[in-house]
Structures are given as C-alpha cells and as structure tokens.
C-alpha cells in the first residue's frame, strides 16, 4: 500500500482545507485545518482499506462516542482516496508501556472498547484488528489518565456475511487474532472477542507481572515474517488455552484437524501451560475467570460482547 500524498500539500475537504505537515507511516498523515487544530489524514493508493473505514464509520460513529469519528472527506485532489479522522494524543499500546495501568484505568479502557465492539456486533459487522495500537486515547494528569478512549482503524471492518469472514481470510496481527483466523476457518464477531481478551491480557494481568513488550503469545525464537511463525502463534494459544475439544472438527476441514493432530503432539496435556493456573499472587481469581471467558479456542464458546459488559466482573474492585 502506498500514498501520493507529502508533506506542505494542501488537501480540500467538504467541512475544511487541511495541509499535511508530518507523515506517521506510509498512508498515514497528520494535517493542519483552517483553525490550525491537528486531524489524522489517511490515502492509500489501490486500496479500498480507506473507502471502507470510511463507510463503516459512517455507519456507526453516531450510535457510540467509543469509535474514532471521520470528520471530513477529501474532494480535492479527488484520488487516491483521503479520509479525516479525529486526532488523540496517543495509543494505548504506548500508553500501557510508559505506564501500566490501574485498575479504575483498566476497566475504563476495557468498557469503552466493549462499548465500541457492541455497536459493531449489534448490525453483525468485525472490527477484525483488536489491539492496543489501534485504541486511541486523549491523556489527562493524575489517577486516572484518560479523557478519550476510542477504537480506531476500521479499514479492516467487514460484515459477518462477506467473502472475508465466511471464505476464512486471514486479518490482522497474527498475536491478537483468534485461533479462527489464524487457521483460516470461517470467523465471525467472537474473533474480536478473543482479540479483546488478547489485548487485556496484555495491558495489566500479563504487562504487570513481565512488563515491557511481553505477549502471551510471541512465539519463541520466531519472527513475523518466518514461514511458521502464524503456527508458532496457534501454538502458544494451544499452550495456554487448549487443548482443543472434540467438537471443534464440527468447523474445521480435514486439513485444518490434522493441525490440532500435530498440536496435541508437540504439546501434549502434561506440557500444557494453563492460564487459569497462574496464581492468585499473580492474578486475581476474579480477573483469570473473566479473561478465560474470552479465551475459548473454539468460538462458540465465547461470550458475547453484551454478555461481558454484563458480567459480574465489572462490579468489585476489591481484588
């Protein structure tokens, strides 16, 4: 993917003009409006990626304040396509690093993107790249840090009922993505659940404990662009969340079935590494029951994003 767009380039858009003055990463622009106030351009040549984040938003960015709003759309030049997009002061990928979170921070981070995934799952549509890079936040001094929580980056977004999600395409980080998508069995809205409970992992329980850039599920000695490195990543799903039940051949084809075949060899139930294991010196038992919720490998057995905003979790922060 690549963009047309540089740097002192002044762009027309229907609400105001913008001039781009820095470029975050290829297809992605901060710009200047008319009241110097900073946006976030997105263009990318030959790809519908922009056209459909900015149609989804368009859908849904008037029915929750948790998804990053489109504030205007780029007439001139007409191509390649360029949405703007509200601008916050960071992610909470870099956020959580810098420093971890607290508690009251964790739950109001993991409400307000559960908020955004209801919306989405209500009309049956998958964000499909759940993860702390692409939620956006505003940032405020003292205990609790956070004005604006967004989930953003919706280019990716698609219907339960497109040739994506029912042929079983591959999206997004392989290290947040559901064991669905990863073995490229047909996925639907519970793979963003999965990838939420990834994302929560990662921001307090596993963060708090490892620090750094830990993830639960980095294969060991592998990098993203190795050919096994999405089997490596299956594997350390299977580590900590198998072993796969029998009923999970009801959705998989013979070829995807040898690979729980392999898995059960490579890591065998004695080998298993069971997250709900950890200790409570580790992880409370109310926080390892309500991230064990949403790490079922088969996805039939996730709960929805309703059912979690529901749940009993949210009600006791005395652990």
């Known amino acids: 993917m690549s963009s047309l767009l540089r740097i002192g380039q002044v762009l027309k858009g229907r609400a105001s003009q ?22 976030v351009i997105k263009s990318v040549q030959d790809h ?27 007439n001139e030049p007409s191509a390649p396509v360029a949405i703007a997009l509200k601008y916050l002061q960071g992610d909470l990928f870099a956020t959580s690093i810098a420093r971890t979170l607290n508690r009251r921070e964790l739950k109001y981070v993991s409400r307000c993107v559960l908020e955004a995934l209801q919306t ?19 940032l405020l001094e003292g205990d609790m840090r956070f004005s604006d929580v967004q989930l953003g980056d919706l280019g990716g977004c698609y ?24 073995l490229e069995i047909p996925w639907n809205t519970a793979t963003d659940i999965w990838s939420f409970g990834a994302l929560l992992t990662f921001l307090y329980l596993i963060n708090l404990i490892y ?38 051949t009801e959705i998989a084809d013979p070829d995807t079935a040898q690979v729980f075949v392999y898995l059960m ?3 065998p139930s004695e080998k298993l590494t069971p997250f709900s294991r950890i200790t409570k010196s580790e992880v409370s038992q109310k926080d390892n029951i309500f991230i064990s919720k949403m790490m079922k490998l088969d996805w039939r057995d996730r709960p929805t994003a309703k059912e979690l905003l529901e749940d009993e979790w949210w009600k006791d922060d005395t652990e």
């Open 120 to 138: 989405l799952h209500n009309d049956g549509f998958v964000h499909t790249d759940v993860k702390p890079d692409n939620v956006f936040v505003n």
């Open 18 to 39: 913008y001039t781009i003055t820095k470029e975050l990463r290829d297809t992605v622009w901060f710009a200047k409006n008319h009241l110097q106030e900073l946006v």
């Open 159 to 182: 219907s339960t009922q497109s040739d994506w999600a029912t042929s079983g395409t591959m999206v997004g980080a392989p290290i947040w993505s559901s064991p669905e998508v990863l």
């Open 265 to 267: 060899e490579q890591i």
């Open 48 to 74: 519908p990626r922009v056209e459909n984040e900015r149609d989804v938003l368009k859908r849904f960015q008037h029915r929750t304040p948790y998804l990053r709003p489109l504030i205007d759309e780029i």
């Open 211 to 248: 620090g750094g850039h830990f993830n639960l599920f980095h294969p060991k000695e592998l990098k993203r662009d190795d050919e096994h490195y999405v089997l490596g990543v299956v594997k350390e799903q299977f580590r900590f969340f198998g072993p796969f039940s029998d009923k999970i």
